[in-house]
Every structure is written in structure tokens, then in C-alpha cells.
């Protein structure tokens, strides 16, 4: 997965699982993310680019209402989940995040043990019924992070414990745990080093055959490596969205082209 | 860059050179390290000084004179019915018991055959503390076998006495006191040579309630230690749950508004208002318009509690503000509500610093005195406050208190005891505070 594969994408016709609308964000009176409609398609990587402050992480966090948990933020438009909107007053946020769960760019496990760490979603979901149900979640889950044989001797020591790396498999391990639909991540790979990174890229190309995964990065290489659709964002503006390759090889927008070829940004 | 430095001084090129500026920069860093460290030699001086003060004028309090007294005890006299009853010995008050003591004074005198010439029977029998009488009724009430026996009895010997073994009366000294003779200084010497006069540790001064102007020797701190429990109780119980709801809510669930702003600016507020206020709002709600008892522990507790929860308050939103924004990320990122978030993952790791702050709320509540001036907490106080709850409305005293109390006291035996109280109060503070910091290390987490 190091090279620049810009070929053998299976860019078909999957079904929309995440559209957006009309999307329109306020932080106060800065109006932060305008206008941007999108598809996000099922069991397919889509990346979100742009220079910093463009708002890729704060349309992501859109997706499950994060931007609930900021006073100040406003989400006017419609932003439908399998055709449900998401923001109906109906709909109750803490179920949409069980079912769009998300990675942050820090590595955050929680200061318990590995195990805990990640049964705590089925736990306070209620997904297992017995000790058995549950450790076999929290093994299944390790396996989908690729990080099983690593830990899996020390299920007991604590997650904050683990390497960089191992901390941001932990947490994907711990937002799988709670099966969820789509996976939100937040420059996931940012604070890892090149080795751990490789391994998160490589693991997100295995999550796609199950979720559909949205993930911001700022590195383009990233997104070419890993994505199957890219979105190029600037200045709250969704310029360009799009096939991978085509995004990288054939930009339409003046923008996008400077942004890749490194004049902006 | 290049074209701005043509105004500049030129640079010395040898790092190794001391120009006037490396040396001047340095001068000005050694005067600071040297103000730093003198600051910090005033700072332990005074806590040296206060400490030793303290320690020297009252570790006697905790070392009393004791004469020990064959004593008999007459049935006769002591159970006029004859019954052997409670009741019966109950219809002899203390002014019984004296005549007993000045009589195994005067018996133990002869015996040793010690004559001092001047000296009255009275004299004797005034070495002994005015609260002798008493103690030995009590011992008698409790223990009706001993009618009819010889018992050996520790009685406290009087103020004076205890004072002139510890040095603070002399002979000069008590020729124009009122309160003690030469000869009864005299008499204390040949006691003390025979070993029946000592300086002994004083359990009663820890345990015995407070005693009047006339005995100071009898002076406790049982009250005062209960009733600070008490209200340390109730302090605990109202502020640290009130306190840390409260945080909480406005930490974790409260809209940024106008009105929250204005609750927090006044949290702050009442952290600064002077204690006594604290008082006078304890005295005109508590008192005048609840209609709560003077004195009562329940008063100082709740009026300490109001003082109290803006400290706790604010150590515990700083200590739920210090927890990682991205460990609340996390669990509402895997589907966790607000409260599971908050209850599952941010309080218990708030809960160190919660703890040391509840327990620094505590220790300044423990120490506080003006406020419990206003509600009555200085009467003088004898009785034990039963058990809680019903004991928190009965009068008792507190320990900041009583030593205001005794420090207004004219027999300077009381200077002793006050400053043997202040001991008991720190050696209380001091372990809070070092709970605090044990806590503090044992559960404090990285992340």
C-alpha cells in the first residue's frame, strides 16, 4: 500500500449510505462549511482533503452530530443516514453514534484496561448477553483492528499503556466493537509514525469490505493510498468531490489542481 | 533579513567571550535565584518559629500534676441510706468528698511525719485541684464496691501546683499571689521528693470538657474535639455531594449563558466573602428564622457547609476541566450519553483532585472561628453532645473555639492549655492534609 496506486479501483455503483444536503455549519456568527452536498457511498473509503481550517473535520463531525457537543455550533441543511435524517428532532444522538462511530486524530483509549476499553460500547449498548458474548466481541473486535496478536496477552494491562500506533488500533478495535455502519476518522494516522501508519492505512483498506469509512487527512499521499472517492474541501467549500484517481490525476477545479500540485494550502 | 542587520552591533563571534550582556544576563539571573531562595528562608523561618512557639507553650497541656492519695472511703458518710444504691450515694454532692481528701492530705503528711512550719491544714489540702472532689464522686458512683475501702487515687493537684512544677510559679512569685502560699510550695517539694506529687500524662485533657476560670488543670477538650466532629460530619455530608453536583452541572451540562455566568461569577464570589458574614447568615437564617438551637453543632455545620462549597466547588470544576476533552471524545464518539460520559469516565478521574479539594474544604471549615462565634459555639459548655443524630442539636463547642476561649481566660495557666489545643488542631490539619496528598498520589492517573 506505499505506492501511489492510482489504478485497479472498483468504483461501482454502491449504494448511497450518508447524504448530505445543502449542508451549512455556523461557529457563532463564522459561517464555517457552506453549501456542501455529498454522497457517501456503502462499504467504500471516501477521504476528505484541503488545507487546514477548511473544514473537513468539522463537516466529518457533522456526520455523527459531534458538533452536538459544541454550544456554539449550528447545522442547518439535511444530512440523511440511509435515508433517514439524522437531525430530526426523532432521533436520538447517542444511537446515531453507536451506528457512525468515530476515531480521533489523538489516540484517546480511555485509562482502563485494554478489555475494558473495548467492551465498554457493548457494554453501555447492551450488545452481549453473557462474559462469553462479550469476550468474544472484544476478541473479534481486536482481530478486525489487527492488533489481537499483540495484546492478546495483556488484555488486562491498561490501554494507555500501548505504543502510539497500537493506541490508535485500540480505539479503531474499541469504535468496530460496537458494529457500527460507517467509521468516521479524524487524521487518524496523524500523530503515528510511518510504520504505525502503514498499518492503520493497510487495516482501513481491510474495514471497507464491512463499513463504509470517511476519513479526513491531510496528507494527499494518504488519501490516494487509501481512498476510493476524494473530497477536496477550502475555505468551508466542498470544491471538488470525486474518483480518487480522477481527483489526482484530472482535477477539474483550478483549486484542487494548486492544492495537489502543493501551491496552495 | 540580510539588509536589516547593517544597523545592528556586530555580534562577537567567540562563543566563550563574557561581554558585558552575557554578564549582566547572568548577574540578573543569580540575584533572582538569589531573592528566590531568601523568599523561601523567610517562609520556612516563620513556620520553624510559629511551630516551635507553639510546641513549647503547649506540650505541657499535655502533662499534668497528679498527687496520688491513699483514700477512705466511709460508708457512713458516703451512703447515708445504707442501701448501697445509685440513689442513695447520689444525695452526697462533692462538698462530701472534700472533707475526705483534705483528710488523706493531712494523713499522708503525718505519716511521712513532714512539718512545715506555717502551715495549715488548709494550706495541705489546697494543693489539691478544686475538681478532686468531683472526679472522686464519679469514681465512687461508678464503682460502689470501693465503700468502706482504702483506695489509691490520682487526683489532679491544683493550677499553682502544676504550675510550679513546670516552672511558671516560683516562690517570688507566689508571695503576692492570692492564690498560693510559699508553704504550699513548700509542702509540693517534699510531695515531689516522696513521689507522690508528678507530672504525669494528662488523657483528661483530650477526653474531660472544658472546666471553669478556677480550674484550669481540669480544662478539657472533649467537647470542644465532638462537637468539631460533628460538625465536620455534616459538613461532609451536605457540601461534598452539593458541591459536586453542582460542578458537575455546570462543568459538563449547562448552556454557556447569561445566567450561568452570573452563578459562576458568584461561586467565586462567596469563596471570597469574609467568614464572619458566614456568621451573621447563620445567626439571622439558621437561628433567628429556623428557629435552630444556639450552640448546636447542627448550626456550625451547616453554616461551615455554606462556606465550604465554593471551595469544593471550584477545586472540582478545576479538576473536571483537567481531564482531556478528548476522553469525553471518546466515549460519546463510541455512543455513551452525556451522563455515561461523564459518570463512567471524566468524575473518576476528577476524583483525586475532587478528593483533595473536598479535603482542603474540610480542613479550613475544621479551623474556622468567627463564624461560630455568632451562633453561640463559645458558651462554655460541660455536657458531652449526646450520639448523632440527636447529639447534633445539642451545645457543644469546637476546637478553634475553645482556643479562642481559653486565650480569654486570666489564669495564665490557660496560655498552656490554649496553646496545647492549637497542637490538637494542627496535628488534625496536618493529617487531612497529608491524606489529601496520599490520595492524591495513589489515585492520580496519566493519560
Avoid at chain 2, 240 to 247: E, M, T
Wanted: hydrophobic content about 45%.
Amino acid at each position: 500500500m506505499n505506492d501511489m496506486r492510482l489504478v485497479e479501483r472498483q468504483v461501482d455503483d454502491r449504494e448511497i449510505k450518508i447524504a448530505a444536503k445543502d449542508v451549512q455549519v455556523f461557529y457563532g456568527t463564522t459561517h464555517a462549511i457552506r453549501d456542501v452536498n455529498i454522497d457517501i457511498k456503502d462499504r467504500m473509503v471516501t477521504a476528505f482533503i484541503g488545507p487546514s481550517g477548511c473544514g473537513k473535520s468539522t463537516f466529518l463531525r457533522c456526520l455523527n452530530r459531534m458538533n452536538d457537543t459544541i454550544d456554539a455550533a449550528r447545522v442547518h441543511g439535511s444530512i440523511t443516514l440511509d435515508g433517514q435524517d439524522i437531525y430530526d428532532p426523532q432521533i436520538d444522538p447517542v444511537q446515531l453514534r453507536a451506528r457512525v462511530g468515530m476515531v480521533f486524530q489523538k489516540p484517546n483509549p480511555f485509562p482502563k484496561s485494554i478489555y475494558d476499553n473495548v467492551a465498554y460500547g457493548p457494554r453501555i449498548h447492551g450488545l452481549s448477553r453473557s462474559k462469553a458474548d462479550l469476550d468474544e466481541i472484544v476478541e473479534s473486535s481486536l482481530r478486525r483492528a489487527a492488533i489481537w496478536n499483540e495484546v492478546k496477552d495483556r488484555l488486562h494491562a491498561p490501554g494507555t499503556g500501548l505504543s502510539g500506533g497500537q493506541q490508535q488500533r485500540l480505539c479503531i478495535a474499541r469504535a468496530v466493537a460496537t458494529q457500527p455502519e460507517v467509521l468516521l476518522m479524524d487524521e487518524p494516522c496523524s500523530a503515528l509514525d510511518p510504520i504505525a501508519t502503514a498499518q492503520v492505512e493497510e487495516l482501513i483498506d481491510e474495514l471497507r469490505s464491512q463499513f463504509s469509512v470517511v476519513i479526513v487527512t491531510h496528507s494527499m499521499q494518504q488519501a490516494a493510498r487509501v481512498s476510493q472517492r476524494t473530497a477536496f474541501f477550502h475555505l468551508g467549500n466542498l470544491v471538488e468531490y470525486g474518483e480518487t484517481g480522477q481527483i489526482f490525476t484530472n482535477p477539474q477545479d483550478p483549486r484542487t489542481e494548486s492544492y495537489i500540485s502543493g501551491r496552495i494550502g | 533579513m540580510t539588509d536589516e542587520t547593517a544597523g545592528r552591533v556586530p555580534r562577537s563571534d567567540n562563543a566563550m567571550a563574557m561581554d558585558a550582556r552575557v554578564r549582566r544576563r547572568r548577574a540578573a539571573e543569580s540575584r533572582f535565584r538569589a531573592y528566590g531562595l531568601i523568599a523561601c528562608l523567610i517562609g520556612v523561618a516563620a513556620l520553624v518559629t510559629l511551630l516551635a512557639t507553639v510546641l513549647t507553650n503547649g506540650i505541657g497541656a499535655y502533662r499534668q500534676a497528679f498527687v496520688t492519695l491513699e483514700v477512705a472511703l466511709p460508708a457512713d458518710r458516703l451512703d447515708p441510706d445504707g442501701t448501697g444504691t445509685r440513689e442513695s450515694m447520689q444525695k452526697v454532692s462533692t462538698f462530701g468528698y472534700g472533707p475526705l481528701i483534705a483528710e488523706a492530705v493531712e494523713r499522708t503528711l503525718a505519716d511521712r511525719g513532714v512539718v512545715i512550719e506555717g502551715a495549715t491544714p488548709e494550706d495541705a489540702a489546697g494543693l489539691i485541684s478544686r475538681e478532686a472532689p468531683a472526679q472522686l464522686r464519679n469514681y465512687v458512683l461508678n464503682n460502689p464496691e470501693v465503700l468502706d475501702q482504702t483506695v489509691e487515687f490520682n487526683f489532679l493537684a491544683g493550677g499553682r501546683i502544676d504550675g510550679y512544677l513546670k516552672g511558671r510559679v516560683t516562690m517570688e512569685s507566689a508571695q503576692r499571689d492570692s492564690n498560693v502560699t510559699p508553704e504550699q510550695l513548700q509542702i509540693a517539694d517534699v510531695l515531689q521528693e516522696e513521689g507522690i506529687l508528678s507530672l504525669r500524662f494528662n488523657p483528661g485533657f483530650i477526653t474531660q470538657p472544658d472546666a471553669s476560670d478556677q480550674r484550669p488543670e481540669a480544662a478539657g477538650l472533649g467537647v470542644a474535639i465532638l462537637g468539631s466532629l460533628y460538625m465536620m460530619l455534616i459538613v461532609l455530608v451536605l457540601a461534598l455531594p452539593i458541591g459536586v453536583a453542582a460542578s458537575i452541572y455546570l462543568e459538563e451540562f449547562a448552556p454557556r449563558s447569561r445566567w450561568t455566568d452570573i452563578i459562576e461569577v458568584n461561586i467565586s464570589n462567596l469563596a471570597a466573602v469574609p467568614s464572619i458574614v458566614f456568621g451573621i447568615l447563620g445567626l439571622a437564617i439558621f437561628i433567628n428564622f429556623a428557629g435552630l438551637p444556639q450552640s448546636a453543632p447542627i448550626v456550625g455545620g451547616l453554616v461551615l457547609t455554606l462556606m465550604t462549597l465554593p471551595t469544593i466547588i471550584i477545586a472540582t470544576r478545576a479538576s473536571l476541566r483537567a481531564v482531556p476533552p478528548s476522553i469525553r471524545d471518546a466515549a460519546l464518539g463510541v455512543g455513551a450519553s452525556r451522563m455515561q460520559a461523564v459518570f463512567h469516565h471524566v468524575l473518576p478521574l476528577a476524583a483525586p483532585g475532587i478528593l483533595t479539594g473536598t479535603i482542603i474544604g474540610i480542613a479550613q471549615a475544621l479551623g474556622e472561628t468567627a463564624p461560630l462565634l455568632l451562633i453561640g459555639m463559645v458558651a462554655f459548655v460541660r455536657g458531652y453532645p449526646s450520639a448523632p443524630p440527636g447529639g447534633l442539636f445539642d451545645p457543644a463547642s469546637a476546637l478553634p473555639v475553645q482556643v479562642y476561649n481559653w486565650t480569654q481566660r486570666s489564669d495564665p495557666a490557660f496560655v498552656e492549655r490554649a496553646s496545647g489545643a492549637i497542637i490538637a488542631l494542627l496535628v488534625v490539619l496536618i493529617t487531612l492534609n497529608a491524606l489529601a496528598v496520599i490520595l492524591r498520589r495513589r489515585f492520580e492517573r496519566r493519560w
